[in-house]
Nanobody, 121 residues
């Protein structure tokens, strides 16, 4: 499966961005999806995940209450709505697909190319 992430950009603190990830896989509805982020010199970290049906979601504590993940299986798309952004949210954001509903980076075999999110103070 190929994943194409988009929607990143530069925003002021307190602003919002919506990331999208489109998958080429026809069996997208069978895949669990996740969003991760990475800053230079740091490990890639889990941000949010959604199970194959969209019925279960999970969030890192640092984004809980500000970010919302959703998916549209008819469009092979997973979205991450990011509100009340903070400078510490600045990172490259990656979408990922895998067979398991997990927060572990290594459990996701497929990754998008990443999209830069920069939040200015």
């Amino acid at each position: 499966v190929q994943l194409q992430a988009s929607g990143g950009g530069l925003v002021q603190a307190g602003g919002s961005l919506r990331l999208s990830c489109v998958a080429s896989e026809r069996t997208f509805s069978l895949l669990n999806m996740g969003w991760f982020r990475q800053t230079p010199g740091k490990e890639r970290e889990f941000v949010s995940g959604i199970n194959y049906s969209g019925g279960s979601t999970r969030y890192a504590d640092s984004v809980k209450g500000r970010f919302t993940i959703s998916r549209d299986n008819s469009k092979n798309t997973v979205n991450l709505q990011m509100n009340n952004l903070k400078p510490e949210d600045t990172a490259v954001y990656y979408c990922a697909a895998g067979p398991g509903y997990t927060i572990v980076t290594d459990d996701f075999p497929r990754w998008g190319q990443g999209t830069q999110v920069t939040v200015s103070s």
